[in-house]
């Protein structure tokens, strides 16, 4: 600068004090793709658009139906059907009840039933922060029929063409953090194994995210032969990636939806004659229970709004209002992945990337369909054969439900075994990959080198003062290497490379504790 002073004055030269730094990517973005009540705002249509949202207000700006005026009944933004079907006898599965001596079971009609609307409630619940949103279609066409008492739930409008698409949309986008599919279980087995296996390999292409997998048949597990859906599980996940997934078992009993969400109109497609014939045979059968079926028929006849109608049916039949808390149990059952997206945001938020999202309860679950024991729990954390491991979500007396496990699906790796070492290393792989991009087309000589080295050396201290890197000092928990014949050849040089070698010891959680004891034998003196 001296040599350019030719006029006398007051000169001033700024130095750069702080070298650059590494700028921590976020840890808990998920991208939930699947269907939607709705997407557009405005005359601008998003659906098939990776959309970013920060809040469950946002998401219902964009991909539900608009508030209705009062005193309307507000559009419900999930429309399940459920039918009660007489049986012969009492059903030996699934959720049924007796009314006037007769065993009635309570079935949907499948193509009714999506995961998605409530999968996005129960995140914000436990957590959830940012997301992205993949709104591949509306709600489909209900069939007017039940599936069959037993059989696996399929909903024929979820398609596995428009889910694989939707995911194929997140190449992308590299914020992303996790990928959920919570209408994956209504495909078919083979459908939903196709689309996991899209799932692994696009994470282990990307590096960026990992899967949150669902088991079809976790809604009603048959307390003997639950281990065949585990078994069709692990045959359809392949592979590929197996480190980038991990699943959770068996599907969680919630509180998400109320009973303002489900009325009259939610069973027997609508059909009130059906639901007259069972509350007008029932013990508890009134006259005002009539009246109010009555206007329900004709509502030209009445300025009550539907929600007012429900209420009054809920007070005056006890039948009813036990047959909409039936009701509501079903519908509340929901596969966990959405509720563990929440609870890595908060555990992410709390204690860090690296702490495992395990031995947490989950906000706004109250139940789960199988109990599981600890001997059961042998046969999904450890598979000799294929090493695809499960979590398992479990009660316990005294404490309440629990996520109880931390494991991939590539189980049986020394390396890759934990759902927080995978994602640890995705943090810092995408961390430093995203710092170093300011180094492109630098000079590739000593400079360079050192001064990527003190930025990757900065970051990681950081991270170890955090207590997310093991060892009782800075140099035990990481090592950086850059430079001539240390990480690069000549020729790499001369060709423009530049080799960063960067070792860390990560944190395995304490998944079995072992206490051993033995007897002392004191001798009198």
């Known amino acids: 600068m001296t040599a350019k002073l030719k006029t006398p004055g007051v000169y001033i030269k700024e ?33 098939n658009v990776p959309t970013k949202i920060t809040s469950f207000a946002a998401f219902q700006a964009l991909f539900c139906y608009p508030e209705t005026p009062a005193p309307a009944t507000p559009k419900k933004q999930y429309y399940p059907e459920y039918y009660l079907i007489k049986q012969q006898q009492e059903p030996d599965k699934g959720n049924y009840m007796k009314i006037a001596g007769n065993f009635y079971a309570i079935l949907p009609d499948p193509n009714t039933i999506y995961y998605m609307y409530n999968s996005i409630r129960i995140f914000y619940e436990n957590g959830g922060g940012a997301a992205y949103i993949v709104s591949v279609g509306t709600y489909g066409a209900p069939s007017k029929k039940t599936m069959r008492l037993g059989d696996q739930m399929v909903n024929l409008n979820v398609r596995l063409n428009d889910l694989q698409n939707g995911v194929a949309l997140l190449k992308k986008e590299t914020e992303p953090t996790m990928y959920i ?74 509180t998400i939806m109320q009973q303002s969400d489900m009325d009259f109109t939610n069973l027997f497609g609508g059909d009130i004659k059906a639901l007259e014939s069972i509350l007008l045979a029932a013990s508890d059968a009134n006259e005002k229970t009539s009246e109010i079926l009555k206007i329900i028929q004709n509502p030209k006849d009445s300025d009550w709004t539907t929600a007012q109608l429900n209420t009054a049916l809920l007070h ?57 024991s600890s001997e059961q729990q042998q046969g999904l954390n450890v598979d000799d054969v294929s090493g695809k491991s499960i979590n398992a979500i479990r009660v316990f007396n005294g404490i309440g439900i629990l996520i109880w496990g931390a494991r991939t699906l590539d189980g049986n790796s020394d390396e890759w075994r934990y759902i927080a070492v995978r994602r640890t290393l995705i943090f810092l792989e995408q961390s430093c990959k995203l710092a170093t991009k300011g180094y492109v087309f630098e000079a590739n000589n000593t400079n360079t080198w050192k001064a990527v080295k003190g930025m990757m050396n900065n970051f990681l201290a950081s991270m170890w003062r955090q207590g997310g890197l093991i060892g009782s000092r800075v140099e035990e928990a990481f090592f950086v290497k850059c430079g001539l014949n240390e990480t690069m050849t000549s020729q790499e040089i001369v060709d423009g490379i530049i080799i960063v070698q960067v070792g860390v010891a990560l944190l395995h959680p304490a998944e079995f504790i072992v206490f051993s004891f033995e007897q002392e034998m004191k001798i009198a003196n």
Do not use: H
């Not at 990517?25 to 009540?37: H, K, L, S």
């Not at 519908?331 to 966990?336: F, G, K, S, T, V």
């Not at 908060?346 to 702490?355: A, C, H, L, S, Y």
């Open 15 to 47: 130095l750069n004090a702080f070298p650059n730094g590494v700028t921590q990517v976020e840890t808990a973005v998920p991208a939930f793709v699947g269907y939607t009540p709705q997407a557009s705002l405005d005359g601008e249509s998003y659906f």
């Open 181 to 254: 599919c919570p209408d994956a279980t209504l495909l078919s087995v083979a459908n939903n194994g196709a689309l996991m296996q899209t799932m692994l390999l696009q994470n282990s292409e990307m590096q960026t995210a990992i899967s949150i997998f669902d088991v079809i048949g976790g809604r009603n597990p048959d307390p003997l032969f639950y281990t065949d859906n585990i078994e069709n599980f692990r045959n359809n996940t392949g592979v590929q990636g197996l480190s980038y997934g991990c699943a959770y078992y068996p599907f969680i009993g919630t």
């Open 316 to 372: 005056a039949s006890t039948t009813y209002s036990l047959i909409i808390s039936q009701v509501l149990e079903e519908a509340n059952m929901l596969p966990p992945s959405g509720a563990m997206a929440g609870v890595i945001t908060r555990t992410d938020n709390q204690e860090g990337v690296w702490k495992a999202p395990a031995n947490t309860s989950i906000v706004s679950v109250v139940s789960l369909p199988i109990k599981l």
